[in-house]
Antibody, heavy 122, light 108 residues
Framework: QVQLQESGPGLVKPSETLSLTCTVS?????????WGWIRQSPGKGLEWIGS???????YYNPSLRSRVTISVDTSKNQFSLKLSSVTAADAAVYYC???????????????WGQGTLVTVSS | EIVLTQSPGTLSLSPGERATLSCRAS???????LAWYQQKPGQAPRLLIY???SRATGIPDRFSGSGSGTDFTLTISRLEPEDFAVYYC?????????FGQGTKVEIK
């Protein structure tokens, strides 16, 4: 059973960079699939942030593209999210998930991490 | 981007009853690339249906999906106690993929 686990600070100051890591177990990232980040907030609901392939190819939501970087470390079987210049609007539960991509840049997600709450406050 | 509107917002039903949830897209969903997820409090979404009507691994056959174009439906044939949750639709036929706002199925 594929398992994903998010880790990272639960509190980020406004204007700083949010950094999260997702560790995958029971499946090698290098074997395929896309690996994505999705967030959920009371105000905006579920929102896809971006996805990465093991080769490093990335696709980002245009609404966040200017602030998002997703990277992969296949040696650690991890992928990571950085979101810069955060504001209160970025406070959410952040999920990592395994994505299946029938068309370029669009995915559905079959395995999810449990999620991690990120608060933005000084 | 495609906007998904789910209805009703809340569905109040009793165990054993049939639940019918609707998801309407602002434009046609390419190749019926539509998924449904179930989410319980404090948990991540769980994939139920993809491709509008294909059940994900391990999903009971009381869950079924149908529809095409802009109108999609998730049906739960007989509600079990564990089915009371929030359900989301998601389109992945065009980028960026987008989610509906959810339908809560609550115990009447």
């Amino acid at each position: 059973q594929v398992q994903l686990q998010e880790s990272g600070p639960g509190l980020v100051k406004p204007s700083e960079t949010l950094s999260l890591t997702c560790t995958v177990s029971a499946y090698s990232i290098s074997s395929g699939y896309y690996w994505g980040w999705i967030r959920q907030s009371p105000g905006k609901g579920l929102e896809w942030i971006g996805s990465i392939y093991h080769s490093g190819s990335t696709y980002y939501n245009p609404s966040l593209r200017s602030r998002v970087t997703i990277s992969v470390d296949t040696s650690k079987n991890q992928f990571s999210l950085k979101l810069s210049s955060v504001t209160a609007a970025d406070a959410a539960v952040y999920y990592c998930a395994r994505g299946r991509e029938p068309i370029v840049g669009a995915y559905f997600f079959d395995y999810w991490g449990q999620g991690t709450l990120v608060t933005v406050s000084s | 981007e495609i906007v998904l509107t789910q209805s009703p917002g809340t569905l109040s039903l009793s165990p054993g009853e049939r639940a019918t949830l609707s998801c309407r897209a602002s434009q046609s969903v390419s190749s019926n690339y539509l998924a449904w997820y179930q989410q319980k409090p404090g948990q991540a979404p769980r994939l139920l249906i993809y491709g509008a009507s294909s059940r994900a691994t391990g999903i009971p056959d009381r869950f079924s999906g149908s529809g095409s174009g802009t109108d999609f439906t998730l049906t739960i044939s007989r509600l079990e106690p564990e089915d009371f949750a929030v359900y989301y639709c998601q389109q992945y036929g065009s980028s960026p993929g987008t989610f509906g706002q959810g339908t809560k199925v609550e115990i009447k």
